[in-house]
């Protein structure tokens, strides 16, 4: 018979899976929320892939109740799980991977995406962080809003100053949001390869359980000494 700790360390992470996949999708859904900082960082896709994932680790858990309430005999449910699992594995992989690569040009790749808002969505970033244009005041500024009031101001800006420009809090931002990101993403990766592992474990004690149940079948009945 599988052993409470390891029925109980098997239940923890089957647990962990469940919350990992509730905040996942929390997550994706409050960051749709009307953000203009949060909706510059995440597009929709990005959402959408982090929905897709959360889902995807909810139908895990739910397959994975499945498989654990089958008799001894029947592991094929778990077997199943397992490959389950390092399917989610790769989405964790490729998801992860790909917010860190986004993290390692920053600077240009957020000058790109300001390059693409509109002048609204600037002169709101601009008053956010009391900032004119994104390297200096020449790229990209827009006069407007309750910072940026002219372009005299913003000719008046000290160039070699970059906190008086948008792309360091833009930058610094968009860091701590990623990194927060990919970090924990990641972290599923360890309760992901954790349940796969114990349920390794589950699948070889019962295999070993009913190899004895019929060892000692054709003992008659009498068990081992």
Partial sequence: MVSRKLMGAWAFFDFCMLASGVVT????????????????????????AGTVLGVALLLTFALSIGAIVQPNHVTVGLVVLNWMLLLDALGIVIIGTFVWVFTLQERANFHELFLQASDVTRIEIQDKFNCCGYFNGS??????????VSQDFINSLNATDDSLFCVKPITAFADSTLNN??????????????????TLCVIKKRHEDERFKKIDAKRGGRGFV
């Fill in 25 to 48: 999708i929390a997550l994706s859904v409050v960051w749709r929320r009307p953000d203009v900082m949060l909706n510059m960082v995440l597009t929709n896709a990005d959402l959408t």
């Fill in 139 to 148: 790229d990209l500024a827009v006069v407007g809003g309750n910072h940026c």
């Fill in 181 to 198: 990101i990919f970090t924990t993403v990641y972290g599923f990766m360890a309760i992901v390869l954790c349940l796969l592992l114990a």
